[in-house]
């Protein structure tokens, strides 16, 4: 562990490393040391993606007004720690949510507002492409957007020179190169075999299908350069520190990795980046990543082949819902509290309701949480309702309505674990990281139930993404060896994990409300029906 004085010189001395995530509800700046394991100083920005004219979208000014924040909040910490500013930094790496649509014209300039992994109005293109392709294409992966436009016969189709990411833009303008890693690319067009470039034959065979299309030139000409982890993507540009430091002091020069997507970070974040390993990440949207040691025996829509950062294959189960519908809960109930005469702040207020969770009945009480605010594919919804049901019997209690919820946001992700469980997937290790398992023990013993593996988390799961990125640039700066190996020897030796196994009574409860659960999925189509506000309209 690195020393108070320890940190002061390697900020000083520009060899710190700085990771930088665009979460779904935060942008988390976190600078390390010299192995990535210390984390010296943190910072973070609070935001919301808006739904505009049926689109969910983040306008690209709030992208550089967050990360100006919490960059200098980052700045605040190591100066309120170490009484030191950071002037240069030995190598920065960036990650965001995966997938989406950013398409830019030869000016570089953003043709339609950023279409994110929430929206579900591409099932059209999406069924044309699986079939065209023979493996599954989701609604949110960037060809997807990209296709439906084309369909649409959208006018600005004709003017698209660059197609990209959120990391991808984000490390464009901060070093003027146009790349992508193995993982944020693979959520972008389905990769080769190899996992190293974007699959030739399904270009080829999209190109055929475009060639009437307003699209003019070939696909691959659109889409960013692939670069795997350890490789060098760039440098950071003067303009590139200024969009970081407003105030001026940050240099160029870092280093930089190549930009990666949240799943990639998070298997990082997590040490499960060899077959067998596997994450769950939770936020606004969860998901679970399982390195695959062999190919599946068919597709299957509830997942996603997608690719770690060094490129092996995984299997990934997406839910479009996480914990939005939880944080509405306990807002709800921190005003309550202020009511009282008595506010609490978030982090305690998610510390005691997590805490009451544990408290309540194995099965929930007999209540049902349903945490849709969008569409959720594996579930069959093509909009959100998020509802809490309950029989005239049930034991509505704080402890079964919080409970009820936790289920709620691991209810899908257990439905899409079970195709894997099907198809004999192994795994011997699964990890969990986010702000929603900080508390210790509590979300970690009842995801642990819903999957019915035992869950691991590491003291910086809450770092996430952030961290996870801080890591790949840290890698980029050795060179020469073997992620996996890098992980396990350099950086989780370091790294205490805690373990939770299933506790068979709370086994026994989740497995009592996920059927319940699942025919109450029914009450969602109906709702939808009866209440249309359209995400699409």
């Known amino acids: 562990m690195t020393t108070r004085d320890g940190a002061r010189t390697l900020i000083t001395e520009g060899r710190s490393v700085l990771g930088i995530e665009f979460g779904s509800t935060r942008i988390k700046a976190c600078l390390v040391g010299e192995n990535p394991s210390d984390v010296l100083a943190t910072g973070s920005h609070e935001w919301q993606n808006h739904l505009v004219d049926g689109v969910w979208t983040y306008p690209l000014d709030e992208v550089w ?77 960037s060809i997807a957007h990209l296709h439906q436009a084309v369909l649409n016969r959208e006018s600005h189709v004709p003017q698209v020179r660059y197609l990209t990411t959120l990391a991808g833009y984000v490390h464009w303008r901060l070093t003027g190169e146009k790349v992508l890693g193995v993982g944020d690319a693979s959520g972008m067009f389905p990769m080769n075999s190899a996992g190293t470039d974007y699959d030739a034959d399904l270009l080829a065979r999209y ?19 692939i670069l795997a982890a350890g490789q060098q993507a760039g440098h950071l540009t003067a303009e590139g520190a200024r969009l970081l430091d407003t105030t001026g002091v940050l240099c160029a020069g870092a280093v930089c990795c190549p930009p990666e997507g949240d799943a990639g970070t998070g298997m990082v974040a997590t040490n499960a980046v060899a077959p067998r390993s596997g994450n769950v990440s939770a936020g606004t949207s969860i998901f679970a990543m399982v390195v695959l040691e062999r190919p599946l025996q068919r597709a299957h829509p509830e997942l996603d082949i997608v690719a770690t950062p060094g490129g092996h294959p995984v299997a990934m189960v997406h ?21 009282t005469g008595s506010p609490i702040g978030s982090d305690d207020a998610y510390r005691l309701l997590l805490i009451e969770a544990l408290e309540g009945a194995a099965d929930a009480g007999g209540l049902l949480a349903y945490n849709q605010v969008a569409g959720e594919p594996i579930a069959g919804l093509s909009e959100g309702r998020p509802l809490i049901v309950r029989m005239p019997d ?32 192994a795994v011997d ?34 770092e996430g993404g952030a961290w996870g ?68 309209s």
């Open 65 to 141: 007004a967050g990360v100006q924040s919490a960059y200098s909040a980052l700045v605040d910490d190591s100066r309120e720690q170490y009484g030191v500013t950071p002037t240069r930094i030995a190598a920065i790496g960036v990650s965001a949510m995966m997938h989406g649509y950013l398409p830019f014209d030869d000016n570089g300039e953003l043709l339609v507002p950023f279409r994110t992994w929430r929206n579900t109005t591409t099932a059209p293109a999406s069924a044309a492409l699986t079939e065209l392709f023979g493996v599954g294409i989701p609604l949110r992966w």
């Open 319 to 339: 839910c479009n819902n996480g914990t939005s519908e939880l944080a509405e809960w306990v807002s709800v109930l921190r005003r309550w509290a202020e009511l």
């Open 394 to 425: 049930s034991n509505l209690t704080l402890a079964n309505v919080m409970r009820a919820h936790l289920y709620g946001v691991f209810a899908v992700l257990s439905l899409g674990m079970r195709v894997l469980r099907d198809e004999g997937v």
């Open 429 to 462: 290790r699964m990890q969990a990281h986010g702000g929603l398992f900080r508390t210790a023990g509590v979300a970690q013993a009842l995801l642990a139930a819903a999957l019915g593996a035992p869950v691991g988390v590491v003291d910086s799961a809450s």
């Open 469 to 536: 990125i801080a890591v790949l640039a840290s890698f980029a700066l050795a060179g020469g060896c073997d992620l996996a190996d890098y992980l396990e020897r350099t950086v989780f030796a370091r790294v205490e994990s805690h373990v939770v196994a299933p506790d068979p009574v709370d086994a026994a409860g989740f497995a009592s409300y996920l059927p319940r659960y699942e025919s109450g999925l029914e009450i969602q189509r109906r709702a939808i029906d009866a209440l249309p506000h359209s995400e699409g």
């Open 207 to 225: 190109d055929a299908v475009a060639a009437d299309s307003e699209l003019d030139r070939p696909l691959r000409d659109l889409l960013p350069a």
